[in-house]
């Protein structure tokens, strides 16, 4: 059985900066990409960023390009966001997900996550 614990989320002031964590058991990640996804009340799921365990090639979206990194411990089963220079429209459920697609430069849509796990809140504000 697949299980995720996310860890790091929180309440942070505009400028700040949070580190979320994801320890994934029950699965190998060798072959996969890993995702963080967030959904703020009333929008969709959107993508943040990915990381392919292959080749660590990576994807942020447009929003969190520069501000945002990803990370993996393949050894430790995790991987890591580290957000930066947070605002106040990054507050959101941020979810940790994991496909067998690869991380591309274009991302990896939600409709093709294979596991989830159960989001961690960041909220953005003074």
């Known amino acids: 059985q697949v299980q995720f614990v996310e860890s790091g989320g929180g309440l942070v002031q505009p400028g700040g900066s949070l580190r979320l964590s994801c320890v994934i058991s029950?699965?190998?990640?060798?072959?996969?990409?890993l995702s963080w996804f967030r959904q703020s009340p009333g929008k969709e799921r959107e993508p943040v960023s990915c990381?392919?365990?292959?080749?660590?090639?990576?994807y942020y979206s447009h929003s969190v390009k520069g501000r945002f990194s990803i990370s993996t411990d393949i050894a430790k089963n995790s991987v890591y966001l580290e957000m930066n220079n947070l605002k106040p429209e990054d507050t959101a459920i941020y979810y940790c997900?994991?496909?067998?697609?690869?991380?591309?430069?274009?991302?990896?849509?939600?409709?093709?996550?294979?596991?989830w796990g159960k989001g961690i809140q960041v909220t953005v504000s003074s």
């Open positions: 029950g699965f190998s990640m060798s072959y996969y990409a």
């Open positions: 990381i392919s365990t292959s080749d660590e090639n990576t």
């Open positions: 997900a994991i496909s067998s697609f690869y991380c591309s430069g274009l991302g990896i849509p939600a409709s093709s996550m294979e596991f």
